[in-house]
């Protein structure tokens, strides 16, 4: 089993920041990506940060300078430091992490988070 707890989403006024973190744990033999993604209402899951193993990361075009991602390996967590951020930014945002489980004889599986509410409002 494993579980991908999220939190730090909350209500933030444009131009505030935020710092989304989650956490991994169960039966992790490793893990290889971890990622961030949002959705809003009626729209479907999107990419936000990627961040590899090695700490190679990637971003959306609209996020650029804004966020940062980062992870600890050892601790296995992800963070999504969010500044600058914009009213276009509100979306529920869901931790991804790709997993090689004890037993699974070294397979990839995609887990997810709950999803925590990020608000940019005035």
């Known amino acids: 089993q494993v579980q991908l707890v999220e939190s730090g989403g909350g209500l933030v006024q444009p131009g505030g920041s935020l710092r989304l973190s989650c956490a991994a744990s169960?039966?992790?033999?490793?893990?290889?990506?971890m990622g961030w993604y949002r959705q809003v209402p009626g729209k479907e899951r999107k990419l936000v940060a990627v961040?590899?193993?090695?700490?190679?990361?990637n971003y959306v075009d609209s996020v650029k300078g804004r966020f940062t991602i980062d992870r600890n390996n050892s601790k296995k967590t992800v963070l999504l430091q969010m500044n600058s951020l914009k009213p276009e930014d509100t979306a529920v945002y869901y931790c991804?992490?790709?997993?090689?489980?004890?037993?699974?004889?070294?397979?990839?599986?995609?887990?997810w988070g709950q999803g925590t509410q990020v608000t940019v409002s005035s």
């Open positions: 991804n992490a790709e997993i090689t489980t004890y037993g699974s004889g070294g397979g990839l599986q995609s887990y």
């Open positions: 961040i590899s193993s090695a700490y190679i990361t």
């Open positions: 169960g039966s992790i033999f490793s893990i290889s990506n």
